[in-house]
């Protein structure tokens, strides 16, 4: 069977910099929700531009449906793949439909008004994100969270099989967090859409994702002589394991089970009384 | 959800606008210095014999300049439209990125060397200004280019940079040109209309109407564009590309409203503000719209720059400068509270 996305030997550095990623290899199917964690500069939003085909990987190859990300269109790959990134206001005082019906963009014919069928796409996707109401409203009156709902109902109307994520919540608060990861596993499946998040927050990654890329920052702080972040790949619950996250992440956590699902609690100088390890859940 | 913009909702709106337009060009083609009557114009149109100075006045001075203006007026408007969309900035008017300084200096090379040849758009002076604006402009998007990518950013700082320097050899310059040089250029750089030949004004409205419609065809790029470059390319837009083009159409009508008139200020700037608070930010019909009333506004301001000191007149230049200044002030208050609301 097809990969959906295939990674191999990926690797990236900035023209001086240190090299960010090394040979990275992953397989992603159809239908998968993966999320890519990892500490601050682990290179997750360098390796989310790369597969969006923003910038070019300094060897290695992404295929994306069985084609190098490179040899396609920017308006085919507009068709295969959206991005959401954290939201924003924009300069511009568009309203919530006009930026949902920018979605359409790679549809649009030489004069650029959409059809019927592109309204369609976009009066579904404001449906499905639940929207409808802010439609004529402009993005700067809405709320952090709704305009974010907005960014992901663009996505939709975009009707791409595949769909990026650049931290999408780290701006919102708790309820919006979950609302937003809650519309994406919809989207996963009612849609079939594949889904590929880079996020902070590692419990909503190991609640909400399938499978889990774990990218870890040089252990050295002295990037140049450093070969490079390594990564870990697999089921969530493989990945996120309370050793794994601790080594990764560099700090001491708490960690315990819900269902088949762990959560993780950073604990930091001032935590006070730190929790008993052994009795913690941590029975992995 | 309000209706949706459809080729012939625009249609409509453009309509209107151009009826607003056309109705301004008609009123402001009467009122003048001299009185003109409208049978005596009619009766020259019939009768080509018979000396009639209603009639020559008309076709020969009045509607010619007015055209020059609407113009002008169309051009700065629509590049003013599409150099905010390409800089993200609402602020951003054809003056920021050199035009001004560059066109200057050109005119005033022209006036020293004295020059006199002529180009197509007449004096050498309109000539100079318009190859130099051009140039100009390129060259910010070079040291932009070079000094950042392209980065907004330093796009804008390298129009600051470049106007800065032009003007201190503008100023430079200045103190070498005689009383009469002196005179003819101050006049242009304040933006004076004046009417032109017949090929002038055909040549000049083919390259402005180009550009106007090659930028309605980007309109919805434009769009998206004002998202940022990365989200662009991902909603299949060049970013690259769509930068490239529109900046280059827009510097071309730019530079040939330059070459037509001198320096007329804020038009860019205030004329697609106000219409962006009527039609909103869409681009699609935002620089069709602004074209044309950018056109109805210069019209305007250059028949009150003819007849309010009348026989004497002012460069139409000031009288943009008066009205543009104060609403500008007026709307960078109102943008600077609301982007201060939302930090």
Known sequence: MNACIEVKDLCFAYRYGASILTNLNFRLDKGVFLSIAGPNGAGKTTLLNLLAGLIRPSSGSIIIDSKLVQSYSIRRLAAKVAFVRQEFVPVFDFTAAQVVSMGRTPYLGALAFESEADRKAITEAFEMTDTAQFADRPLAQLSGGERQQIFIARALAQQTPILFLDEPTSFLDMKHRVGIYDLLKQMQLEKQKTIVAVTHDINLCSQYSDMTLLLSAPASCCRKTAAGASYTFGPTDEILTAEQVEKVFGVETFSGKIGQRSFFLPLGKFTGERPDKTSAGENL | MTKPLTLRWLGFKILLCLIILSTVMSVCSMIGTQKVSLPAVLIGLLDKQCQNTDY???????????????????????????????????????????????????????????????LWAGSPISAAAFLFALG?????????????????????????????????????????????????????????????????????????????????????????????????????????????????????????????????????????????LVFGPDHRQLLPASAIIGAAFVVACDTVARTI???????????????????FLLLLARSSRKLGGLR
């Open chain 2, 56 to 118: 020559d006045i008309f076709v020969r001075v009045r509607v010619p300049r007015i055209i020059v203006a609407a113009l002008v007026g169309a051009a700065l408007a629509a590049s003013g439209v599409a150099l905010q969309a390409i800089l993200r900035n609402p602020l951003a008017e054809p003056y920021i990125l050199g035009i001004s300084s560059g066109a200057a200096l050109g005119a005033i090379t022209a006036a020293l060397l004295g020059a006199s040849w002529r």
């Open chain 2, 136 to 276: 100009t402009v390129w060259l910010v998007w070079l040291i932009g280019h070079l000094a950042g990518g392209s980065s907004v950013i330093s796009l804008l700082l390298a129009g600051v940079v470049v106007n800065a320097f032009f003007s201190a050899v503008i100023m430079l310059l200045t103190n070498l040109l005689n009383s009469q040089q002196l005179r003819s250029t101050t006049l242009w750089l304040m933006g004076n209309i004046t009417e032109k030949d017949f090929s002038t004004l055909l040549l000049s409205a083919i390259l402005i109407v180009i550009g106007i419609f090659g930028l309605f065809i980007l309109c919805h790029k434009l769009n998206v564009l004002t998202f940022g470059r990365a989200e662009a390319q991902s909603l299949g837009v060049n970013p690259r590309a769509v930068t490239l083009i529109a900046f280059a159409l827009a510097s071309l009508v730019t530079a040939v409203a330059v070459g037509l008139s001198g320096l007329v200020g804020f038009v860019g700037l205030i004329v697609p503000h106000s219409v962006r």
């Open chain 2, 309 to 327: 000191i009348a026989p004497a007149q002012l460069p139409v230049g000031v009288i943009t400068a008066v009205v543009g200044g104060p609403v």
